[in-house]
T-cell receptor
Framework: QQQVKQSPQSLIVQKGGIPIINCAYENTAFDYFPWYQQFPGKGPALLIA?????SEKKEGRFTISFNKSAKQFSLHIMDSQPGDSATYFC????????????FGKGTHLIIQP | DTEVTQTPKHLVMGMTNKKSLKCEQHMGHRAMYWYKQKAKKPPELMFVYSYEKLSINESVPSRFSPECPNSSLLNLHLHALQPEDSALYLCASSLQDTSYGYTFGSGTRLTVV
């Protein structure tokens, strides 16, 4: 599987701050880019996803920025709260049929009160 | 119903046991997946079923045997597992022709003793 590189590996932000997590991909056939949030002992939960025909998408406090030419995308969390502390995974897929997701290695995010 | 339901939530089995993991969804998704997740790692794709037919097997050892009895159910049969197979096993489903709606269950925490 083609790689999706995710950074940083861990991140500590004060409450109300804006954590930013970045991902880069190689496979230009990818056309679906979701972000998942995972709490300990739980399965990944879809937060937000984007297609490469848009440069930005917002859902509530979560925003994806997408740069197709650079093959990069990022997650911003506005007004972060301690309840946002979790592991975040970016992923990508070809989207053209039943296909597995290629995941980044994850970012362990801690929001301090 | 927007959920993927996995049972059991926890399973402890000996290396000579035979057990099965079950997954169910009623979202009309025609693609279903098994993933394996080790601690602090991203999910790794094991199997993909598309319209109840196995379409992707990511070189998984034969001690893992998937089964898709119908469009709503997915099983993973386990036999002669090793301690290193201990992990969180995740089921997911999505629409057949797109990765949109890719939804994970909460997983089965498997411990092999």
């Amino acid at each position: 599987q083609q790689q999706v590189k995710q950074s940083p590996q861990s991140l500590i932000v004060q409450k109300g701050g804006i954590p930013i997590i970045n991902c880069a991909y190689e496979n230009t056939a990818f056309d679906y880019f979701p972000w998942y949030q995972q709490f300990p002992g739980k399965g990944p939960a879809l937060l937000i996803a984007i297609r490469p025909d848009v440069s930005e998408k917002k859902e509530g406090r979560f925003t994806i920025s997408f740069n197709k030419s650079a093959k990069q995308f990022s997650l911003h969390i506005m007004d972060s709260q301690p309840g946002d502390s979790a592991t975040y995974f970016c992923a990508a897929s070809g989207g053209g049929g039943a296909d597995g997701l290629t995941f980044g290695k994850g970012t362990h995010l801690i929001i301090q009160p | 119903d927007t959920e993927v339901t996995q049972t059991p939530k926890h399973l402890v089995m000996g290396m000579t046991n035979k057990k099965s993991l079950k997954c169910e969804q009623h979202m009309g998704h025609r693609a279903m997946y098994w993933y394996k997740q080790k601690a602090k790692k991203p999910p790794e794709l094991m199997f993909v079923y598309s319209y109840e037919k196995l379409s992707i097997n990511e070189s998984v050892p034969s001690r893992f045997s998937p089964e898709c009895p119908n469009s709503s159910l997915l099983n993973l049969h386990l036999h002669a597992l090793q301690p290193e197979d201990s992990a969180l096993y995740l089921c997911a489903s999505s629409l057949q022709d797109t990765s949109y709606g890719y939804t994970f269950g909460s997983g089965t925490r498997l411990t092999v003793v």
